[in-house]
C-alpha cells in the first residue's frame, strides 16, 4: 500500500484542518490529511462500482 501524496494535495488538505495551538503529541495534521485522502478514494472507487452495478441491473 502507498501513502504517496502530492505535496500540493497535502498543503490543501492541511491548511483546512491544520490548528497551530494544538497539544497533540503526534502530527495530528499529516494523519488526517493521510485518513482523508484514503476516505476519498474510497468514496471515488465505491461510486465507480455502484454505477456499474445500476448500469448492470438496467439491462
Same mark, same amino acid.
Given at each position: 500500500? %502507498?501513502?504517496?501524496? %502530492?505535496?500540493?494535495e497535502y498543503e490543501e488538505i492541511l491548511e483546512q484542518?491544520? /490548528?497551530? /495551538? %494544538?497539544?497533540?503529541?503526534?502530527?495530528a495534521g499529516k494523519t488526517h490529511v493521510l485518513i482523508l485522502q484514503k476516505l476519498m478514494r474510497l468514496?471515488?472507487?465505491l461510486e465507480a462500482l455502484e454505477m456499474r452495478f445500476f448500469e448492470e441491473e438496467e439491462e
Open positions: 500500500m %502507498s501513502l504517496d501524496i %502530492s505535496k500540493e484542518i491544520k /490548528d497551530e /495551538d %494544538s497539544p497533540v503529541g503526534i502530527d468514496e471515488r472507487r
